[in-house]
């Protein structure tokens, strides 16, 4: 339906990003990064007007950049009629009291940006809760007066969700909220448990991997189906599971929330019990953006967010998403520095078949055979062998099915279990 000329469009909010390189974070790299930043400026809603870089070995403690550089920014503010300033790193709340007093303009870090775009993009009931919690304990030491009058004037980019009506409570009533919300996680996480128990017998591959890898894109090309599939950050949120059909295997294929640098703690911690998808997968893809000119930094970021996590000792591959965008002496170079990894391109269906195969292989490593003598009346035990194992050869003689095949371990003894549960009910 088009939309009424009459209806006034909000209008976007006009940002300055501001960096600082060094030492350790060269200015092209630096300048990377605020390439980044603008990615997930517009990602909120916020149009870029200007971005600065400071060559300083480590932050101001008082005002990130300098009082030099920040009355240059006053004055870039000024210039530029500019509503929002985003810094690219985690502000104080003294730096970010001192630069609004100086600017008179509304600050925000990249923590509080990621929030921002995670509190308009949850939608179930687990993720905004689990935003909510942690934007309230990324605003609980940020309390300043500027930002909650701000708040109540002006709206806008970072004071989505909780920010209206929380920043205007004390702390005790933000820290009575937080109990509440880890209350509330801890019963939703209760009702997923149950719902991954009920998915038991299946095998599962979790996509992992830097936000905007194309994880999304990728799923629905080996699922036939239409997870939303965004060219911007943070796309998804919730974990996300689809069937995938192989050829021995019905797999279960979950998407997850994408990493990036600097992820904030809380949301990390807050999205845990969402990431046990990650932690209870037989396999994990991780997908890797291969145009991109940080292919290294973000597997670094991936692995370490992974290591975080606690998600350790399980099976992985890594997957070159959107090689179709690659120059062939890159790609010659890729292939190279990663011997054990596939490459494919889920938006053109290229190595898709090669990546199943494989995906297929890694689980049947945890497979062992096994030979069963089953009485015909526990038909229940018969058929999870086939949703659970691999059934090669099946004969009935007598009151007996003769069942033989390759299972897990786990699956094994969860399959004599039933067994001997069900000779009881019969006695």
Request: hydrophobic residues 35%.
């Amino acid at each position: 339906m088009l939309e009424d000329a009459a209806t006034p469009s909000i209008a976007k909010e006009k940002a300055i990003l501001v960096g600082i390189y060094g030492p350790e974070t060269p200015k092209w790299l630096a300048g990377e990064y605020l390439e980044e930043l603008e990615l997930l400026a517009d990602t909120a809603g916020a149009i870029c007007e200007d971005k600065i870089l400071q060559n300083r070995p480590h932050p101001d403690p008082s005002t990130y950049i300098g009082k030099g550089k920040l009355n240059q920014l006053k004055a870039l503010v000024s210039e530029t009629n500019s509503d929002l300033l985003i810094f690219d790193d985690d502000l104080t709340a003294t730096q970010i009291r001192n630069i609004e007093k100086v600017t008179n303009t509304k600050v925000l870090d990249r923590s509080g940006l990621i929030l921002d775009i995670f509190a308009s993009r949850a939608k179930t009931a687990a993720a905004k809760t689990q935003v909510e919690l942690a934007q309230l304990q990324y605003l609980l030491p940020r309390l300043t007066r500027f930002w909650t009058h701000l708040s109540r004037q002006k709206g806008g980019i970072g004071t989505k969700g909780p920010g209206e009506t929380q920043i205007e409570t004390d702390r005790r009533l933000i820290g009575d909220r937080i109990s509440t919300l880890k209350d509330k996680l801890e019963k939703l996480d209760k009702q997923r448990t149950t719902q991954r128990k009920g998915r038991e017998g299946n095998p599962r591959v979790a996509l992992v991997g830097y936000t905007n890898a194309g994880k999304s894109t990728l799923m629905n090309a080996l699922t036939h189906t239409d997870v939303l599939a965004e060219d911007r950050l943070f796309a998804t949120l919730d974990s996300t599971v689809r069937r995938l059909e192989l050829e021995n295997h019905d797999v279960l294929l979950s998407d997850t929330v994408g990493f990036i640098r600097k992820l904030p703690h809380n949301l990390i911690e807050s999205f845990k019990s969402t990431l046990d998808e990650v932690r209870e997968a037989d396999v994990l893809l991780h997908v890797v953006d291969a145009s991109s000119r940080l292919v290294d930094d973000y597997i670094d970021v991936v692995e370490s967010t992974l290591d975080e996590l606690k998600v350790t000792g399980l099976k992985k591959v890594l997957v070159f998403n959107k090689i179709d965008l690659v120059d062939p002496s890159r790609l010659m170079e890729l292939k190279k520095g990663f011997p054990g990894a596939l490459f494919v391109s889920a938006e053109r269906s290229m190595g898709l078949d090669k990546l199943q195969r494989h995906v297929e292989y890694m689980i049947e490593q945890d497979y062992e055979p096994f030979s069963f003598k089953v009485p015909v009346e526990h038909y229940k035990a018969v058929s999870f062998l086939h949703d659970a194992g691999v059934v090669e050869d099946e004969q009935f003689e007598g009151n007996y099915v003769m069942i033989s095949g390759s299972i897990k371990e786990k699956d094994r003894k969860r399959f004599k279990s039933m067994l001997e549960k069900l000779e009881t009910a019969l006695t």
